[in-house]
């Protein structure tokens, strides 16, 4: 079954929607410059929020160990996921300071990008086209990928099924694809969701 991430929840009416669609992450961003940015208390009353069958993944950007491991140590987030320049040194200090997943995002560019993402120590990768533009990378870049990743970057309710069709990823991950007007839409996360599970059962 292909996992789903609904990434960039900001408000309780986000969680209202997300419990109900059971998807298996949540995403919280805590890179200041993202308009989806929430602090770590917005986070921790969110967490509080969300069903216990959904993990949250807080979204960092070059964000100090130690805070991305109090985050995670604390509960606020179950998982990290690592969006800047953060190398294996990195990974490697915050596994010393935690025993939680951690996931690296990749920007795919060129093959070179996918072989990196292929070799990093992290505990899952996404490949994803930058950083939450919306837009979509070119997928033949990923023929041959030998391990699982999560696939972002312009999916939406319209191409996501395509998608889990043509690459079957580990997970899909969206954001903007499920926004209108820069706020999540239930309506386009119940289709989002409901894209996936329709070509899982196929």
Avoid at 60 to 70: H, I, L, M, S, Y
Avoid at 116 to 129: F, Q, R
Wanted: with cysteine.
């Amino acid at each position: 079954m292909t996992r789903i991430k609904l990434c960039g929840m900001r408000r309780a009416e986000d969680i209202a929607a997300a419990n109900e669609l059971k998807p298996d992450y949540v995403g919280f961003v805590f890179a200041e410059k993202s308009r989806r940015f929430v602090d770590a208390e917005t986070a921790a009353a969110l967490k509080r929020l969300l069903c216990p069958g959904i993990r949250a993944v807080g979204v960092f950007v070059d964000e100090d160990t130690d805070e991305v491991a109090r985050l995670l140590n604390e509960g606020v987030i179950d998982l990290a996921q690592l969006h800047g320049q953060e190398d294996e040194k990195y990974i490697a200090r915050l596994r010393q300071l935690t025993d939680r997943p951690i996931i690296r995002a990749f920007r795919v560019v060129s093959r070179d990008d996918v072989r990196k993402a292929e070799i990093s120590p992290a505990d899952l990768v996404l490949l994803d086209a930058g950083a939450g533009g919306g837009t979509a990378f070119d997928w033949g870049l990923l023929r041959g990928m030998r391990r699982p990743f999560f696939l972002a970057g312009g999916l939406d309710p319209e191409n996501v099924g395509q998608a889990v069709d043509d690459i079957r990823p580990f997970g899909v991950d969206v954001s903007s694809g499920i926004e209108t007007d820069g706020a999540k839409d239930p309506i386009k996360m119940r289709a989002f969701v409901a894209a996936v599970k329709a070509r899982d059962k196929s």
